[in-house]
């Protein structure tokens, strides 16, 4: 912990023995959860937060999926093309294709992200601008596609190609970074289920975005979500659709493979 | 216009309650915020609610800055006879949208 900046707001944390519990609670072993352990976000939540997620007239996250499904059958770009008018139904076409991102993109040779590629359907095939990055429009397209997917286990591929960006992801989660110079893996696979102050501690499963987080009073991508914590322990941010973020989104699907899509979540 | 999800039973027996709910996209912008350059963000929020069933009123709502945004509206309405229930709700800048669903008594 010596490696702390000296204007740290927690004093305890600049030395004697309260610093040593600590170094000590964050040198337990940190290893990812075995599939047994796998635990969403869900079950972290509150009973008022589940409810809400359960009820699909509760769950403002279907209100995104209300405007998703409306752009899902509208024509845009030079193209004059709809996503139906390509894919047809979504609840049929788009079934189990949530579960599989981020994939391995061969043509760009990096792992491309539900959302990017959305934008790239849409750049390419509808031949129109892309969308703002979390915007309403887009959050609510990957909300769409992804519920077609709710219940279904995640399965995020990792071999062959995709191996060196997965590693790179992996890599990511174990690196500390920040002021605060922790790893998500301190938190996130070493200190889950215990509390950081009030909250407890998720393991960080990506299994519900795009999510509706009630601090944000609103709809947010796994990208956001990233974006939180790395400010929260003082590191500079990914740029957006930065190359490391979809490997780093790579690692987190395939550590939830298996675990439900719950898309749209809601989290507190 | 403001994307709601308005949940009705399609049928309903005579007499009987049911649950209408009503779920609005506002920002509910609560008056109390202020932004980056210390201006105090004006008030937006959703400030009445009335429902009404061919005509008559089944319930009228204030709403109050305290109230989330994405407001959701839960309540139990009894019909004798099959019938449209309209939802209007008025906001700070006067917008006022209405939302109607079909109820069908069996």
């Known amino acids: 912990m010596s490696r702390l900046p000296s204007w740290c707001p927690w004093p305890f944390l600049q030395g004697g023995p309260a610093s040593l519990v600590l170094a000590g609670l964050l040198a337990l072993t940190v290893a990812p959860a075995s599939a047994a352990d796998k635990r969403s976000g869900y079950q972290d939540a509150s009973p008022e937060t589940q409810a809400m997620q359960d009820d699909d007239a509760a769950n403002p996250g279907f209100l995104w999926v209300q405007q998703g499904e409306t752009l899902w059958s509208g024509r845009v770009g030079n193209a004059n093309r709809s996503c139906a008018d390509c894919h047809g139904a979504a609840p049929a076409t788009m079934r189990g294709v949530a579960a599989r991102y981020p994939m391995f993109d061969a043509r760009l040779g990096r792992p491309i992200t539900l959302p990017q590629r959305i934008q790239q359907c849409r750049v390419e095939r509808q031949g129109a601008a892309p969308l703002a990055s979390e915007s309403d429009a887009l959050l609510g397209l990957t909300a769409y596609v992804g519920l077609q997917s709710r219940g279904m286990p995640m399965q995020v591929a990792i071999d062959g190609p995709a191996q060196p960006s997965f590693e790179a992801g992996k890599a990511l989660f174990t690196t500390r970074q920040g002021q605060f110079n922790l790893s998500c893996a301190q938190c996130h696979d070493g200190l889950a289920g215990q509390r950081l102050a009030g909250s407890v501690i998720p393991q960080g499963q990506p299994n519900g975005y795009p999510e509706y987080r009630l601090e944000w009073q609103g709809m947010g991508s796994l990208e956001r979500r990233i974006r939180n914590c790395l400010v929260g322990v003082r590191a500079e941010p990914f740029a957006a659709d930065a190359p490391e973020l979809a490997d780093l989104e790579l690692y987190l699907g395939w550590r939830a493979n298996g675990l439900r899509v719950e898309t749209p979540a809601v989290r507190p | ?106």
């Open chain 2, 1 to 106: 216009m403001v994307r709601v999800l308005i949940s009705v039973p399609k049928r309903v027996k005579r007499g009987e309650a049911f649950d209408v709910k009503l779920l609005i996209s506002h920002p509910m912008e609560s008056g109390q915020r202020r932004d980056d350059m210390g201006q105090a963000i004006p008030r937006d929020i959703i400030n009445s609610f009335v429902c009404t069933f061919d005509g008559d009123e089944v319930l009228r709502a204030d709403l109050f800055p305290a109230i989330a945004a994405n407001p959701f509206l839960s309540f139990a309405v009894v019909v004798q006879e099959s019938g449209t229930l309209a939802m209007t709700f008025t906001d700070d800048h006067g917008a006022v949208q209405t939302e109607t669903a079909s109820v069908t008594v069996e």
